[in-house]
């Protein structure tokens, strides 16, 4: 089994930045991508940032230019690094785990407030 743990949510000021990170472990024989996803009260859950390990990324239109993805490949270890926060990205964010020739894996998900 695969476990996903994030850790750096909290309550951050509007304009502030925040770094999560997201450890992966487990049978782990090979990551084609890892990524961020968040989820808003009553909204569903979207793509913030995927990661391939080759390191190609792609963002979702609202946080270009103020998040970055970057993932260790030795430690599973991916972060998402996030500045000019908005009270707009409050959510729970996700980190997500497509490994090869297995079933993704979602962690349980961390709680970034940010206050206006």
């Known amino acids: 089994q695969v476990r996903l743990v994030e850790s750096g949510g909290g309550l951050v000021q509007a304009g502030g930045s925040q770094r999560l990170s997201c450890v992966a472990s487990?049978?782990?024989?090979?990551?084609?991508?890892m990524g961020w996803y968040r989820q808003a009260p009553g909204k569903q859950r979207d793509m913030v940032a995927t990661?391939?390990?080759?390191?190609?990324?792609n963002y979702a239109d609202s946080v270009k230019g103020r998040f970055t993805i970057s993932m260790d490949n030795a430690k599973n270890t991916v972060y998402l690094q996030m500045n000019s926060l908005k009270p707009e990205d409050t959510a729970v964010y996700y980190c997500?785990?497509?490994?090869?020739?297995?079933?993704?894996?979602w962690g349980q998900g961390i709680l970034v407030t940010i206050s206006s």
């Open positions: 990661i391939t390990s080759g390191g190609r990324t």
């Open positions: 487990g049978s782990i024989f090979g990551i084609n991508a």
């Open positions: 997500a785990l497509f490994p090869v020739g297995a079933l993704d894996a």
